[in-house]
Structures are given as structure tokens and as C-alpha cells.
């Protein structure tokens, strides 16, 4: 165990189990998931691999173009399958010294209260236990392939998470 959460989370070789959209050397993209519990449905966490502690200011280039063509391949898979109007993307890394940001879905319907940062309180949000996500994950994986063509080669975990 290290100091950082993320760091433990990339170490853990269970961590992707069924909750993984994409993983390459620089990011892992996965739906977030609480386990024993409802979770909600299109809340996506972009994490850069590598450990960071000054946040967005310390990204590379590289890092940073793949992070932001990440964020519209998520957030189009998003509305094409939840069939979302909207998404909402942030990244503070205060709290968690480590570079992650996340794409949220808005689905219609939202009351004022709820919107931007208090989007996933929204206590008539749609919902899913961990084989709903996996189902959702699915969905949206094979989502972010269609639209990327299927000439780009996928990263070796995902090709490997995605035989089922």
C-alpha cells in the first residue's frame, strides 16, 4: 500500500473486474462502481497512470491530448447509449493527489438542485448493481470502438476484459 489511492487502485490486479472501458500505458478508464450498493449509471473516471502530485500543471503533452480525446469518446459513448442529452466532466486533484477526472451522464429530467456537482445525490438517478455496470460497461466499450473504427488496435487488457 502506498500513500495515494489511485496508485493502490492500479496496482490492484482486481481492480478493473468487469468495470473497465479502456487502459493503455498512460490512462485506465473505468465506471465507478460501489460495491454492495447502487451505483450510478455513467460515472466514468479517467486516471493517469502515472503518479502526479501538482495536478493538471504537471501533465505532458501526450498525457494531456490522449485525456482530452478520452473525455469526447466517453462522453459520446455516454449518449449513445444512456441516450444522455448531456455530460458533465471535472477534475480538482485536491483531495486526491493524483491526476483523475471524471465524465459524468446528466440525464433529463434533473431538478435544478441536482445539477453539475450535485448530479449523482440525485436520489431518482438511475441506479445499477455491479452486473448492471458491467452490462452498461459492455455497452459503452463496444460504443468507443465503434466510433474509433475498427482498425485501431485496442490495448491488450481490454481486448482481454472484452472476450466474454
Same mark, same amino acid.
Given at each position: 500500500?502506498?500513500?495515494?489511492?489511485?496508485?493502490?487502485?492500479?496496482?490492484?490486479?482486481?481492480?478493473?473486474?468487469?468495470?473497465?472501458?479502456?487502459?493503455?500505458?498512460?490512462?485506465?478508464?473505468?465506471?465507478?462502481?460501489?460495491?454492495?450498493?447502487?451505483?450510478?449509471?455513467?460515472?466514468?473516471?479517467?486516471?493517469?497512470?502515472?503518479?502526479?502530485?501538482?495536478?493538471?500543471?504537471?501533465?505532458?503533452?501526450?498525457?494531456?491530448?490522449?485525456?482530452? +480525446? !478520452? %473525455?469526447?469518446?466517453?462522453?459520446?459513448?455516454? #449518449? =449513445?447509449?444512456? /441516450?444522455?442529452?448531456?455530460?458533465?466532466?471535472?477534475?480538482?486533484?485536491?483531495?486526491?493527489?493524483?491526476?483523475?477526472?471524471?465524465?459524468?451522464?446528466?440525464?433529463?429530467?434533473?431538478?435544478?438542485?441536482?445539477?453539475?456537482?450535485?448530479?449523482?445525490?440525485?436520489?431518482?438517478?438511475?441506479?445499477?448493481?455491479?452486473?448492471?455496470?458491467? +452490462? !452498461? %460497461?459492455?455497452?459503452?466499450?463496444?460504443?468507443? #470502438? =465503434?466510433?474509433? /473504427?475498427?482498425?485501431?488496435?485496442?490495448?491488450?487488457?481490454?481486448?482481454?476484459?472484452?472476450?466474454?
Amino acid at each position: 500500500m502506498t500513500a495515494c489511492t489511485f496508485c493502490d487502485l492500479l496496482t490492484d490486479p482486481e481492480r478493473g473486474s468487469g468495470r473497465v472501458l479502456y487502459e493503455d500505458d498512460l490512462l485506465w478508464v473505468a465506471h465507478e462502481l460501489e460495491e454492495g450498493g447502487a451505483s450510478y449509471r455513467g460515472a466514468v473516471m479517467l486516471l493517469l497512470k502515472r503518479h502526479t502530485e501538482s495536478g493538471l500543471a504537471e501533465i505532458t503533452d501526450e498525457e494531456g491530448a490522449r485525456m482530452g +480525446r !478520452l %473525455v469526447a469518446q466517453v462522453s459520446r459513448a455516454l #449518449r =449513445a447509449v444512456l /441516450g444522455v442529452p448531456w455530460t458533465y466532466t471535472y477534475c480538482f486533484t485536491e483531495g486526491f493527489r493524483h491526476v483523475h477526472q471524471f465524465v459524468i451522464a446528466r440525464y433529463p429530467g434533473v431538478p435544478a438542485r441536482y445539477v453539475r456537482l450535485g448530479i449523482q445525490r440525485w436520489p431518482k438517478a438511475p441506479r445499477g448493481n455491479r452486473p448492471e455496470v458491467e +452490462r !452498461l %460497461v459492455r455497452a459503452l466499450r463496444n460504443s468507443m #470502438r =465503434a466510433a474509433t /473504427g475498427s482498425g485501431r488496435r485496442k490495448p491488450r487488457s481490454v481486448r482481454a476484459a472484452n472476450d466474454d
